[in-house]
């Protein structure tokens, strides 16, 4: 029997000055200028663009990356937090550092047959780099294609809507208090496959929040819409830590150099396996 591969049809590419001309970059006139330019030099559209001083070469960089489908920020564009490198470096060796991360997590964890799509990210102590770790591995799993999402769980002293450039104003402790539904998850300016549920106002009562069983069901909801669910958990300050990541199942731990504790770490990783919870790997920070 004869096997027929069947390859998707994948959307026409926009050439270049298309992308330049809705982004306002260029008008017909110029466009006009630099094919002439092409024609005599023999340059790619590009180098043509720049050389003539119609366009900066930040301009072609952005829009290579929309001609790509590989999203990322030039300063000024966003309110994303500059700290948050995958998404205005995507070429530095910083982010190759994330690049890595998400490639081992992809085999580890989203290989299986049904995967578990929630992966927790956690720090026995404070000043980790946890929440800026979420961040970036939100933007380059987005930057992959993959439908992603990041829940701030940290409801006492939240930083996700600070880092994107968002609104506040109702989040996770709003949907768990039964005021509001998912629809209160929010895109993230110019990287089309990323959305994040902030954390909400600080309630008074965070830890009863999350012990409620609608947090494990909305977790469970979510999986449906998104490929990769990226959770920021709170340190281990308070009992809110342990309760996000049993009902996520799955996490990898943040450590920071010359600071974290070796016997403290292991001694955490083994309660937390002991409440069923799957360690996904480990992250020295840095940075």
């Not at 993959?146 to 450039?165: A, K, N």
Request: charged fraction near 20%.
């Amino acid at each position: 029997m004869e096997t027929v591969l069947k390859l998707e049809k994948r959307p026409k590419q926009l050439a270049l000055g298309d992308i330049l001309i809705a982004s306002g970059r260029l008008d017909k006139d110029k466009i006009k200028q630099i094919l002439t330019d092409q024609q005599q030099t023999k340059r790619s559209f590009g180098e043509s663009a720049v050389a003539l001083n119609l366009v900066s070469q930040d301009d072609i960089a952005q829009a290579l990356s929309q001609q790509y489908d590989f999203p990322y920020l030039n300063k000024g564009d966003s309110n994303v937090d500059e700290s948050i490198i995958a998404a205005y470096q995507p070429q530095s060796s910083k982010v190759e550092t994330f690049r890595r991360i998400r490639s081992k997590l992809m085999l580890r964890w989203l290989a299986a047959e049904k995967p578990n799509k929630k992966l927790a990210i956690y720090a026995e102590e404070p000043e980790s780099g946890c929440s800026w770790m979420t961040a970036n591995l939100g933007v380059v799993f987005a930057q992959l294609g993959e439908r992603t999402l990041v829940i701030d769980c940290d409801l006492r002293q939240p930083s996700q809507h600070e880092l994107f450039g968002c609104s506040n104003k109702k989040g996770l402790s709003g949907i768990l208090r039964g005021a509001y539904g998912p629809e209160v998850i929010q895109p993230v300016q110019n990287l089309s496959q990323l959305q994040v549920l902030t954390a909400g106002p600080v309630p008074p009562n965070p830890q009863e929040l999350l012990s409620q069983s609608s947090f494990g069901q909305l977790l469970n909801t979510l999986q449906e819409r998104f490929d990769v669910i990226l959770i920021d958990a709170p340190d281990n300050r308070s009992g809110d830590a342990q309760l996000v990541l049993v009902q996520t199942g799955q996490t990898i731990i943040m450590c920071r150099k010359n600071s974290s504790s070796v016997e403290a770490t292991r001694l955490q990783l083994e309660q937390l396996r002991e409440l069923g919870v799957t360690i996904a790997g480990s992250v020295l920070n840095t940075f």
